[in-house]
């Protein structure tokens, strides 16, 4: 079945808004990490957060692991903010691999 | 300068071709890995190399092989491709494959057609 799943599939904000995207995975050894995905598609490393929260500028990122879920909080959000925003957990023990969620896309529109 | 680099960024083929995607970083990470990427599936896993020679299967391997003969090398090859081969492959590296802090650095993408 599907390890890690993510939502909203989409979101549409208006420049200033927040944002909660939510992620829920099927392990509770997850090392769990968040991408984001340029419209152009590079794929960037934002949080590796395998518990608790962490702060980069306007982004939190909230993991309970014992719950099985993650958030990322984006605040005061900006048109520059678009994209994709990707959680991934690593699965398959010592030599593991990263599995991705689906995604969850953003449109920030002034 | 950490860089991982694809090449081509854009690829054309017809179906039965063969197709070499190739990936480059100067990190000296030890494991790189293969993605596609298809619309409303986010990133499937391919290959994992852990090092020189030392290739295992991802998720979807069937249909891809790949090559890995120097550590900052690591190539995709596609004998024979098919149309549902389409899409956009990344290449990734990280320092270690399993460590508790791991960081992945990813390629630009190739985005390869298959007609």
């Known amino acids: 079945g599907q390890q890690v799943q993510q939502s909203p599939a989409s979101l549409v904000l208006q420049e200033g808004e927040n944002a909660e995207l939510q992620c829920n995975f099927s392990s509770t050894a997850t090392r769990l990490q968040w991408f984001y995905q340029h419209p152009g598609g590079r794929l960037v490393s934002l949080f590796y957060n395998p518990s608790g929260t962490k702060h980069t500028g306007r982004l939190t990122s909230t993991t309970v692991t014992n719950e099985r879920r993650s958030s990322l909080h984006i605040s005061s959000s900006q048109t520059t903010d678009s994209g994709t925003y990707f959680c991934?957990?690593?699965?398959?023990?010592?030599?593991?691999?990263?599995?991705f969620g689906e995604g969850t896309q953003v449109t920030v529109i002034s | 300068d950490m860089k991982v680099t694809q090449m081509p960024r854009y690829l054309i083929k017809r179906m039965g071709e063969n197709v070499l995607l190739e990936c480059g970083q100067d990190?000296?990470?030890?494991?790189m890995y293969w993605y596609r990427q298809d619309p409303g599936l986010g990133l499937q896993l391919i290959y994992i190399?852990?090092?020189?020679?030392?290739?295992s299967e991802g998720d979807i391997p069937k249909g891809y092989r790949v090559s890995r003969k120097k550590r900052e090398h690591f190539s995709l090859i596609l004998d024979s491709a098919k149309t549902n081969q389409t899409s956009v492959y990344f290449c990734?590296?990280?320092?270690?494959?399993?460590?508790?802090?791991?960081?992945?650095?990813f390629g630009h993408g190739t985005k390869l057609s298959v007609l």
């Open positions: 990190m000296s990470h030890e494991t």
């Open positions: 190399s852990y090092d020189v020679d030392s290739n």
């Open positions: 990734a590296s990280s320092l270690l494959g399993t460590s508790s802090n791991e960081r992945l650095f």
């Open positions: 991934a957990i690593w699965t398959g023990g010592l030599s593991g691999k990263l599995t």
